[in-house]
């Protein structure tokens, strides 16, 4: 299975290990998956919430809102997942060794999306070596946003 739909397809779970824009994590949790993101502070679930408004509906100066109202949030968790499926990363390759090795593999990811760029030999020799199916060049909001896995819960603002 190296199709990367039919992978998203049948993930539920995505851990983020940085991203392009907040789209990413937007397209993501509408459709239907399960995201956390991580840094170096530690994990967070992303959730989508109405983005704050001025009481009249106007949005908020310099909230974080994405298209149809809706903004992402990050909220840090005491403990990160317990098990992902994949993992889309939007690092340095030469993170990428790392990365695999503290979230990847303890967590049981089958896939490594190297979102939005080319991996190089030393890239699939690691995920070869981990028995991770490698995707790359392709961005993962755009796959998701073809899927559409069902609605996204979302928050109060």
């Known amino acids: 299975m ?3 739909v039919t992978i998203l397809d049948a993930a539920t779970t995505i851990l983020l290990v940085d991203w392009p824009n907040s789209g990413v994590p937007k397209a993501l949790v509408e459709s239907g998956f399960t995201v956390y993101g991580y ?28 298209d149809r109202g809706a903004t ?3 909220r840090l968790v005491d403990a990160g997942p317990t ?4 993992v889309c990363v939007y690092r340095p390759l030469s993170e990428l060794e790392s990365i695999v090795e503290q979230h990847a ?3 049981g990811a089958t896939a490594i999306w190297l979102q939005s760029q080319e991996a190089t030999e030393a890239a699939r020799e ?5 028995g991770l199916t490698l995707i790359e060049s392709l961005d993962i909001a755009d796959a998701a ?9 979302r928050k109060p603002g």
């Open 2 to 4: 190296n199709d990367p």
């Open 39 to 66: 840094s170096p502070g530690g994990y967070s679930m992303v959730e989508l919430a109405e983005a704050p408004s001025d009481g009249e509906g106007a949005p908020v100066a310099g909230a974080a809102t994405i």
């Open 72 to 74: 992402v949030q990050f």
């Open 83 to 86: 098990a992902i499926d994949l």
């Open 105 to 107: 593999v303890p967590l």
């Open 126 to 130: 690691i995920a070869a070596e981990h």
């Open 145 to 153: 946003r073809t899927m559409r896995k069902g609605p996204p819960a």
